[in-house]
Antibody, heavy 118, light 106 residues
């Protein structure tokens, strides 16, 4: 069974940093690209960042480019999102998602909440 | 960026009725994918590559479309279909989602 478990969220002040993790199991993590996708409270889905299976391809949404860094450790079956210079508009539930062969997510984690507030 | 516009934003239907959700893209995309999200839960892949049902999705659901216009159709609504449905494209970067269609059951 594919499982994606996010962690590392919480309440953080504007301008500070936070690092999210996503532990994958139930599939060969190193064979799949991964995404971070977020959902602000009561709002729709917003793609944040993508990373290919070997980390050779990385892409960011303009809203987070230069502030967020996606990375992965295939030996640990773990995906990361390093978030710096956080803003109130980054407040959201952050999902990690596995990317299927057709380029879009097929499995999602349960999400981890990030709240940016003073 | 390819903007996806879904309609309607909200719809209500009675059990047994047919419902169509439309997703229009600001530029042509090769495929459309659809996700179902129930309240308090993570999104689930529902339809991929425009018309392929994800595992476990009832066959009362179908998807169609091409170019800039795509649809998710539910032939006969059931109470368990109450959810928000999002379209999504990956044909061009960045990947984008529609704003969602909330389906309520009368």
């Amino acid at each position: 069974e594919v499982q994606l478990v996010e962690s590392g969220g919480g309440l953080v002040q504007p301008g500070r940093s936070l690092k999210l993790s996503c532990l994958a199991s139930g599939f060969t993590f190193s064979n799949y690209g991964m995404n971070w996708i977020r959902q602000a409270p009561g709002k729709g889905l917003e793609w944040v960042a993508s990373i290919s299976s070997s980390s050779s391809y990385i892409y960011y949404a303009d809203t987070v480019k230069g502030r967020f860094t996606i990375s992965r450790d295939n030996a640990k079956n773990t995906l990361y999102l390093q978030m710096t210079s956080l803003r109130s508009e980054d407040t959201a539930l952050y999902y990690c998602a596995r990317v299927a062969y057709y380029g879009s997510p097929d499995y999602w984690g349960q999400g981890v909440m990030v709240t940016v507030s003073s | 960026e390819t903007v996806l516009t879904q309609s309607p934003t909200t719809t209500a239907a009675s059990p047994g009725e047919k419902v169509t959700i439309t997703c229009r893209a600001s530029s042509s995309v090769s495929y459309m994918h659809w996700y179902q999200q129930k309240s308090g839960a993570s999104p689930k892949l529902w339809i991929y590559d425009t018309s392929k049902l994800a595992s476990g999705v009832p066959n009362r659901f179908s998807g169609s479309g091409s170019g800039t216009s795509y649809s998710l159709i539910i032939s006969s609504i059931e109470s368990e279909d109450a959810a928000t449905y999002y379209c999504q494209q990956k044909s061009s970067d960045p990947p984008t989602f529609g704003s969602g269609t909330k389906l309520e059951i009368k």
